[in-house]
């Protein structure tokens, strides 16, 4: 299904950091596969796992036009021989997303609902409704969100060697990657979440049920580094992104991951860290995203 092994763990080469007595290295979860791509397998897999338990024969999860959820889960869904539903945000429009497209290649079927609709994603009344039309569905949550996304993403840090770090970095989009590390940090480590969403200040809070009670004192959520909210950026974002390519031929996306190393690499400069600190930057994948900037946005 994916490759684990192809994970590995390298130095962000930034010709900044050389001067500072800071360490920082790149866990690349990237690397692992091509659409099931960083943490959407970690989130995804035991959900997977109780479906194929249970006998379902279709499974159906939410998510936009450019979601990565999305079309990982259309790819994992087509390799296990399950069928695969898709309740996409908006109106269906004349020309698909590449993200759509490629989910329909792995033959999910998209089902559009308003944006209006989509809020209620998560109430009885709705879920109810779907099962009526797609019977026999096993439902998976938006970004695999819930506790068997908590437990699969709480394997990413055991996968290789992640005890010597001080402080461990992620991007936080529903929370779930996020609390899995925390719960599977040492209490030594400080695990930071870089919120890509604006007005995210409850995810502590939202989170709080899937966090251990004995790591709950061992994180923080930084919202400095939303440039605006979901999928948004700018000019200085983008120039970031296509810097830190030439630099280390790492690549980003502008929603999570490229929100992210700037974070990182911004409070470094703002020496927010203890000389000798040890950080490791959890490389979620995703990068198809990248795919509605227009043509030669990037350079990756």
């Known amino acids: 299904m994916v490759n684990l092994n192809a994970a590995i763990i390298e130095k962000l080469p930034l010709p900044k950091l050389a001067k500072k ?62 069928k695969s539903i898709g309740v996409i945000r908006g109106e269906e429009s004349a020309a698909l997303s590449h993200t759509l497209k490629e989910a329909r290649s792995f033959d999910m079927q998209l089902e559009f609902v308003s944006r209006e609709e989509y809020k209620n994603k998560a109430e009885p009344s709705f879920l109810n409704n779907l099962h009526e039309k797609f019977p026999g569905c096993y439902i998976i949550p938006e970004g695999g969100e819930g506790a068997l996304g908590v437990k699969g993403s709480a394997e990413i840090l055991t996968i290789l060697q992640t005890n010597d770090y001080s402080h461990i970095f992620c991007a936080i989009g529903t929370g779930t990657m996020f609390a899995g590390i925390v719960n599977s940090s040492l209490q030594t480590q400080n695990v930071i979440g870089v919120c890509v969403l604006k007005g995210m200040k409850n995810i502590p809070n939202e989170i709080s049920s899937f966090i251990a009670p004995d ?86």
Not at 34 to 40: A, D, F, H, T
Not at 246 to 262: M, N, R
Request: aromatic share 14%; net charge positive; glycine share 8%.
């Open 21 to 82: 007595s800071i360490l920082v290295d790149v866990l690349r979860l990237d690397k692992i596969h091509n659409v099931i791509s960083g943490n959407k397998w970690f989130k995804l897999k035991y959900y997977l796992q109780e479906a194929l338990n249970n006998r379902y024969e279709n499974i159906l999860t939410f998510g936009g036009a450019y979601s990565n959820h999305i079309i990982a889960t259309a790819c994992a869904a087509k390799m296990l021989g399950l």
């Open 215 to 300: 790591k709950k004192n061992n994180f923080e959520v930084n919202h400095d580094y939303h440039f605006g909210g979901y999928a948004k950026k700018n000019n200085e974002l983008i120039k970031f992104m296509k810097v830190l390519y030439e630099q280390t031929d790492i690549p980003s996306d502008f929603v999570y991951t490229g929100k992210l190393f700037y974070a990182v690499n911004d409070l470094i400069e703002k020496k927010y860290f203890p000389d000798g600190s040890k950080l490791l930057i959890i490389h979620s994948g995703g990068l198809q995203g990248n795919l509605s900037l227009p043509e030669g946005t990037l350079i990756f």
